[in-house]
């Protein structure tokens, strides 16, 4: 199958403090790479990868949001399109943590309603410095309707399983046809939002849509 061919393109985001492996978890689901030397990501970027649910092709266009303050004005217009988010933080670091409920009011405050959310726990192989609890995690994404999964990018732990599981949950969702678009955006058949590349960046300009 060609690369352009596909079923469904949805657009997932990834958001957090910077520093918690957003771009690492990024590389190495679509190019099964890790960078340790990688540099806080400016502004935003996005990768792509095709897997298949069920005997469909799924095309993930995954975008990779900056998690500095000061980019933040920026980043939150990518927010819309966006059919699922990965709300990543930094199991070794309890800050990073702390602010996933910032994180996540941002999310509701700026995707659609209806988006799918994961909460991920990475650097999953710095268990000996652990500062946050797995179950604490686990009540906090249950209380949130959130699902949960600890990664490690470094291992490839459960990245592949992460971005499959979220993927499929999406896959699903649109399949059923009840995930519908707010009524100043414009969703088309594949599930991804066509008022995603208003702005006209350069970056945007590269979009799929």
Request: hydrophobic fraction near 35%; charged fraction near 25%; aromatic fraction near 8%.
């Amino acid at each position: 199958m060609a690369n352009d061919e596909y079923d469904f393109l949805f657009k997932v985001v990834l958001i957090g403090d910077s520093g918690v492996g957003k771009s690492n978890l990024l590389s190495r689901f679509t190019r099964n790479e890790f960078n340790l030397d990688s540099k806080s990501t400016i502004g935003v970027e996005f990768a792509t990868r095709s897997i298949q649910v069920d005997d469909k092709t799924i095309k993930a266009q995954i975008w990779d949001t900056a998690g500095q303050e000061r980019y933040r004005a920026i980043t939150s217009a990518y927010y819309r399109g966006a059919v699922g988010a990965l709300l990543v933080y930094d199991i070794s670091k309890s800050l990073t943590y702390d602010n996933v409920t910032r994180w996540l009011k941002e999310l509701r405050d700026h995707a659609d309603a209806n988006i799918v959310i994961m909460l991920v726990g990475n650097k999953s192989d710095l268990r000996h410095l652990r500062a946050v609890h797995t179950e604490d995690a686990k009540k906090f994404a249950s209380d949130n309707d959130l699902s949960f999964i600890e990664t490690s990018a470094l291992d490839a732990t459960n990245v592949e399983l992460a971005f499959q599981t979220i993927l499929t949950e999406i896959y699903k969702i649109v399949s059923s046809k009840s995930l519908v678009g707010g009524k100043d955006e414009v969703v088309d058949e594949r599930g991804i939002n066509l008022s995603s590349s208003q702005s006209g960046t350069k970056t945007e300009a590269k979009g799929c849509c």
